[in-house]
T-cell receptor
Framework: RKEVEQDPGPFNVPEGATVAFNCTYS??????FFWYRQDCRKEPKLLMSVYSSGNEDGRFTAQLNRASQYISLLIRDSKLSDSATYLC???????????FGKGTKLSVKP | DTAVSQTPKYLVTQMGNDKSIKCEQNLGHDTMYWYKQDSKKFLKIMFS???????INETVPNRFSPKSPDKAHLNLHINSLELGDSAVYFC??????????????????FGEGSWLTVV
């Protein structure tokens, strides 16, 4: 089983839709969970951290499910500008480096 | 000013050549990284330096050699380039080794990437 797995998509949704992505991780001891956003031909940028109790930032909500070892990202009221690839981070390597998933591509259509 | 800058942004070169990618960060961070993102978009750590000391050296061919003259710079030299080296190489930096924002502002910042095409 790969360390961090994501559905690559693409998720094609209309503007205003609510969309959710999941990301599974293999290391049950993982403590570091994040979502990064990567626009086409750009660098990844931190979108939000994922806390045990769940957290919200505007239209974005992140959740952690330790029992099933997955994290989720919910985007409400999708905007065209949300179109991007969303990379999840599901733990750290042996030297402390963040472990990224391959990303889920989201395309929001008018 | 760009926080993490890397050059060149685009590089097309022939197999067998030797090339370098330079990276500089002006954030005062202690840790710098090289990541490789291949055609399947998998972002994988290659190397990490903390205060000029190599702390991560993942399984990459020894044709790849990082060099950190000071903690603000981390260059990547690649010898005898192969077709499979074609990818986007991202430099990054963070305040601590993990690059995780355990405290506000302590996150990992990526450069804009260097698109390497080997022909």
């Amino acid at each position: 089983r790969k360390e961090v797995e994501q559905d690559p998509g693409p998720f094609n949704v209309p503007e205003g839709a609510t969309v959710a992505f999941n990301c599974t991780y293999s290391n049950s001891a993982s403590q570091s969970f994040f979502w990064y956003r990567q626009d086409c031909r750009k660098e990844p940028k931190l979108l939000m951290s994922v806390y045990s109790s769940g957290n919200e930032d505007g239209r974005f909500t992140a959740q952690l499910n330790r029992a099933s070892q997955y994290i989720s990202l919910l985007i409400r009221d999708s905007k065209l500008s949300d179109s991007a690839t969303y990379l999840c981070v599901g733990g750290r390597g042996s030297q402390g480096n963040l472990i990224f998933g391959k990303g889920t591509k989201l395309s929001v259509k008018p | 000013d760009t926080a993490v800058s890397q050059t060149p942004k685009y590089l097309v070169t022939q197999m067998g050549n030797d090339k370098s990618i330079k990276c500089e960060q002006n954030l005062g961070h202690d840790t710098m990284y090289w990541y490789k993102q291949d055609s399947k978009k998998f972002l994988k750590i290659m190397f990490s330096y903390n205060n000029k000391e190599l702390i991560i050296n993942e399984t990459v061919p020894n044709r790849f050699s990082p060099k950190s003259p000071d903690k603000a710079h981390l260059n990547l030299h690649i010898n005898s380039l192969e077709l499979g080296d074609s990818a986007v190489y991202f430099c990054a930096s963070s305040q601590d080794r993990g690059g995780a924002p355990r405290i506000p502002g302590n996150t990992i910042y990526f450069g804009e990437g260097s698109w390497l095409t080997v022909v």
